[in-house]
């Protein structure tokens, strides 16, 4: 989506880095990058990248996957109770 927008893959961060930049195209926007199914494509990618690097400095270690983890269902709230509130706090000044 991004580079279909932009046409720069790199979105300018080419000429600010060390060493060649390597562009995922991946699903999703802002916020939907990270909501499934778009975030398992992103963790796929991250997990390639990381995985290529860490074999070119001699260390290879096996992937992660991804695990997704879904939100608990939500509660209703607590209902308030019955018993009447706290008594206010209050001073006494000496005069």
């Keep these: 989506p991004y580079l279909e927008r932009y046409g720069e893959p790199e979105l300018g961060w080419g000429s600010r880095v060390a060493s060649p930049l390597e562009v995922a195209d991946v699903p999703g926007g802002h916020a939907s990058l990270l909501q499934v199914p778009n975030v398992q494509k992103l963790a796929d990618a991250m997990n390639r990248h990381l ?34 509130a706290p008594a206010p706090l209050t001073a006494e000044i000496d005069g």
């Design 51 to 84: 995985v290529r690097a860490l074999e070119s400095r001699g260390d290879a270690p096996a992937p992660v996957p991804f695990v997704e983890r879904r939100a608990r269902p939500r509660t209703a709230a607590p209902t308030p109770t019955s018993s009447p």
